[in-house]
């Protein structure tokens, strides 16, 4: 089956959920600057969770770049990865307002790390089914980045489970910044 319908639907979704994230965001108590900056944790999990979703689309544009057909298989990749990427709304409205919990920001590392997991799982079934030697050589990046990735972010989610609840959006950014996006921009297509 060609490719197009499926990217077409992944974008509408992520574009659909990039967009809930924003409405989700709380409204001051009073329109002051002072009730904004109490607000400034839920614009860095909103922030977070925009760039994150964001990057994440970019990558899969560069990694479907060369897949001229796909398989069922693929069809349902995606899904899973959609299917987990819908909680981002959820999970950041709730660190958002407990950002200092440790539950609301184990919850919100679950389902990062979840979609990390199903992000893998499509790159290394679009690097078989690519015939291009530059879309094996990004999968192959780009995997080799989410071992560092998710590793990141494993610490992150111990760390917040254990003394600092905060580090798991953390790390998140620090694994945005320092591993993910260097990584996978020596890899692009």
């Known amino acids: 089956m060609p490719k197009e319908r499926l990217v077409a639907f992944t974008d509408a979704i992520l ?3 990039m967009t809930i994230l924003v409405l989700e965001l709380e409204k001051p108590s009073a329109l002051s600057w002072s009730a904004f900056w109490d607000l400034r944790m839920n614009f860095f ?3 977070v969770s925009f760039f994150w979703l964001g990057a994440m689309w970019v990558n899969l544009h560069q990694s479907w770049h ?6 069922n298989k693929q069809v349902w990749q995606s899904l899973f990865l ?3 990427a819908s909680f981002f709304p959820y999970a950041t409205s709730i660190v958002a307002t ?3 919990s440790s ?3 184990g919850f919100y590392g679950l389902i990062v790390l979840l979609v990390s997991f199903a992000n ?3 790159y290394n079934s ?7 030697p530059k879309a094996k050589l990004f999968a192959i990046g780009h995997n080799r980045a989410m071992v560092y990735d998710i590793a990141v972010k494993i610490i992150g989610l111990a760390v917040s489970l254990t003394i600092y609840p905060p580090a798991m959006m953390y790390s998140v950014v620090l694994a945005a910044f320092f591993v993910v996006g260097p990584m996978s921009a020596r890899f692009t297509i």
């Not at 060369?66 to 398989?71: F, Q």
């Not at 679009?126 to 291009?132: D, F």
């Open 15 to 17: 574009a659909i959920i």
């Open 45 to 47: 999990a909103y922030t």
């Open 66 to 71: 060369d897949v001229e057909k796909i398989t």
């Open 82 to 84: 959609l299917f987990f």
């Open 98 to 100: 407990n950002f200092e």
């Open 103 to 105: 539950v609301a920001q």
């Open 120 to 122: 893998v799982w499509m």
């Open 126 to 132: 679009l690097a078989h089914i690519s015939s291009s």
